[in-house]
């Protein structure tokens, strides 16, 4: 079985300038999280889709958006980048059964680097 | 919402030793508590879980154990070697209005010195 998918691995953008994450996760998988990981802060919770709909959010602001398709697989937005964007930001992929431990499988990450 | 504090934030110790990592969780509905690892520049990867009904558990060298009344968890590693080094995250699960949510602690690197 193929793992959680990120791309791109990497990414350089400008302050100002938007950028688009994918998320392929794991087959049958119809949950997707997101968390921005940055030194010192841990893993921080961005949302969570589950059968295209959000159905779980974090603090942060409006310019952080995401979507989920039919296939499951989900992309992440931010708009206006900041500095402070800065981070790798990790999807995570499980089956989003309240019923089950839903264990979450993590991608690798895309490094984000704003300049 | 769940708040989950860990700590220590930093924790080195000497191959063979053991390992403690302890986190603290505020919501009560809080019913799964899983630790992942992550190696330098991997990963998060789940090591061993543990769910309310269950007070301890064990797999070979690591164990969870799990007080709900004073709403607390521990990761306990025995006999570190130096391939344990990694950043350890526990994390508390709910469930509210039928959807889960996984909320992390802020990491505790381990070091484990030859």
């Known amino acids: 079985k193929a793992g959680v998918t990120q791309t791109p691995r990497y990414l350089i953008k400008t302050r100002g300038q938007q950028v688009t994450l994918s998320c392929s996760p794991i087959s049958g998988h119809r949950s997707v999280s997101w968390y921005q990981q940055t030194p010192g802060q841990g893993l921080q919770f961005l949302f969570e889709y589950f059968s295209e709909t959000q159905r779980n959010k974090g603090n942060f602001p409006g310019r952080f958006s995401g979507r989920q398709f039919s296939n499951s697989r989900s992309e992440m937005n931010v708009s206006t980048l900041e500095l402070g964007d800065s981070a790798l930001y990790l999807c995570a992929s499980g089956t989003g059964d309240p019923l089950a431990k839903n264990i979450q499988y993590f991608g690798a990450g895309t490094r984000l680097s704003v300049l | 919402g769940e708040n989950v504090e860990q700590h220590p934030s930093t924790l080195s110790v000497q191959e063979g030793d053991s390992a403690v990592i302890k986190c603290t969780y505020s919501?009560?509905?809080?019913?799964?508590f899983p630790w992942y690892k992550q190696e330098l520049g991997k990963r998060p990867q789940l090591i061993i879980d543990?769910?309310?009904?269950?007070g301890e558990k064990k797999d070979q060298r690591i164990a969870v154990t799990l007080n709900k009344t004073a709403k607390h968890f521990s990761l306990h590693i025995t006999e570190t070697q130096p391939e344990d080094s990694a950043v350890y995250f526990c994390a508390a699960r709910g469930v509210r209005g039928g959807y889960q949510k996984v909320t992390f602690g802020i990491g505790t690197k381990l070091q484990v010195i030859p």
């Open positions: 543990i769910r309310s009904n269950v």
């Open positions: 919501d009560s509905a809080s019913n799964y």
